[in-house]
């Protein structure tokens, strides 16, 4: 069984940044591929940035690239998402998921339980 665990979620203002955390337990977190996703009220799960096994290949979101950054240490079984220049519309739970990397949901078979993260304006 693979746990994921976010952490570093909360409020800021615009223009802003954060850091958010994905500890991961359970198999081999190397084996996996990492994701963020994001999840605004009443609008559908959408990819933020991924990351490969290795860390060498990152790939981000239209919306975010230039501004987030992803990384992981696994060493420390953990994923992370560097969120600079903040805007209202990044507003929403955070979530990292393990799998076989990609832009979509279903490539991605673990789950964390999210993070909130708001940007006032």
């Known amino acids: 069984q693979v746990q994921l665990v976010e952490s570093g979620g909360g409020l800021v203002q615009a223009g802003g940044s954060l850091r958010l955390s994905c500890v991961v337990s359970g198999r081999a977190f190397s084996w996996y591929a990492m994701g963020w996703f994001r999840q605004a009220p009443g609008k559908e799960r959408e990819f933020v940035a991924g990351?490969?096994?290795?860390?060498?290949?990152?790939y981000y979101a239209d919306s975010v690239k230039g501004r987030f950054t992803i990384s992981r240490d696994n060493a420390k079984n953990t994923v992370y998402l560097q969120m600079n220049s903040l805007k209202p519309e990044d507003t929403a739970v955070y979530y990292c998921a393990a799998g076989l990397g990609g832009r979509k949901r279903d490539e991605y078979d673990y789950w964390g339980q999210g993070t909130q993260v708001t940007v006032s304006s």
């Open positions: 990351v490969s096994w290795s860390g060498g290949s990152t």
